[in-house]
């Protein structure tokens, strides 16, 4: 089974960027989509951006619209997250999975993410 292993956080000021990475390893990736989900202190795990890879059709969630951009390349089970103009609000640990309707695959430790003020 897929494991999936994201990479590419850290700590940023407020404007910068970050750049994701997630790597997938053992079996393939969705074969219809990959997304980005976050979680941040004492909430629920949200959809971030997914890519299918069909068409390459992506879809935002409305908090990261405009600033960030999911990336990657199925075939080599890898999928990315371009992070620009990062505000504190976006302080989360980001993880990589197959969205709705994929069956979910195990989930990876994830990456930090923390935008200072």
Same mark, same amino acid.
């Given at each position: 089974q897929v494991q999936l292993v994201e990479s590419g956080g850290g700590l940023?000021? $407020?404007g910068g960027s970050l750049r994701l990475s997630c790597a997938g390893s053992g079996s393939s990736f969705s074969s219809y989509a990959m997304a980005w989900f976050r979680q941040a202190p004492g909430k629920e +795990? =949200?959809?971030v951006a997914s890519i299918r890879w069909t068409g390459d059709e992506t879809i !935002? $969630?409305?908090s990261v =619209?405009? +600033?960030? *951009?999911?990336s990657g390349d199925n075939a080599k089970n *890898?999928? !990315?997250l371009q992070m620009n103009n990062l505000s504190p609000e976006d302080t989360a640990v980001y993880y990589c999975n197959a969205p709705f309707p994929s069956t @979910?695959? @195990?989930w990876g430790q994830g990456t930090q993410v923390t935008v200072s003020s």
């Open positions: 940023v000021q $407020a +795990r =949200k959809f !935002y $969630a409305d =619209k405009g +600033r960030f *951009t999911i *890898t999928v !990315y @979910p695959l @195990p």
